[in-house]
């Protein structure tokens, strides 16, 4: 098996076998692999975007290591390999069990996506919300005003939810939300 073959499977049995030690390990040797090479390899890219699409992923408690391996390596990605992980972050985000991930998908897909687009998906997320999902929405809107200085009406947006979070019942929620409007838009 070619060394992109051997991480496919041990991606595969990792998350089939809910090992998140594995994961850990995988995760790690796939991004050194792809640093190595200097891009995604596309059946490998691939089969990480199907990993994090995957309920399995989602709903482990420490998706983090697959993830991450995006943070520092999206000058990696091709136009096509960015906007599919993007798509598949934006869809993910709300179901990942593991709370860090999703802050992380969040300011991923900030970086992936045009910010018009990822504004119109969290505010499809809002209504309904539980409070988890809540404040990784504010950690969104947040991230996506820092990427967008110069677009007002993004930076409007970002502004009015926000500032419609800080109302929120929620202690969490609203304490979060004006947080962040304090560091992002300053009186």
Not at 86 to 95: C, D, E, I, V
Request: glycine share 4%; proline share 4%; charged share 20%.
């Amino acid at each position: 098996m070619s060394d992109e073959s051997t991480l496919i499977a041990e991606l595969e049995a990792a998350i089939a076998a809910c090992d998140e030690e594995s994961l850990a390990r995988t995760a790690e040797a796939i991004d050194r692999h792809a640093f190595d090479l200097g891009s995604f390899p596309h059946g490998l890219f691939a089969a990480v975007v199907a990993a994090v699409a995957s309920e399995q992923l989602q709903t482990l408690p420490n998706s983090l290591p697959l993830i991450k391996m995006f943070e520092y390596e999206l000058d990696l990605l091709s136009a096509e390999q960015r906007d599919a992980l993007g798509q598949t972050l934006l869809s993910a985000m709300p179901r990942l069990a593991d709370e860090i991930a999703a802050f992380l998908a969040a300011e991923l897909v900030c970086d992936l996506l045009p910010a018009t687009q990822v504004r119109d998906q969290l505010n499809g997320l809002v209504t309904g919300a539980a409070e988890p999902l809540l404040l990784m929405l504010v950690h969104g809107w947040d991230w996506l005003a820092k990427r967008n200085d110069d677009d007002d009406s993004v930076r409007a947006a970002c502004n009015a939810a926000l500032h419609a979070l800080s109302k929120h019942p929620s202690r969490a929620v609203s304490a979060e939300a004006a947080a962040a409007l304090r560091r992002r838009f300053p009186a």
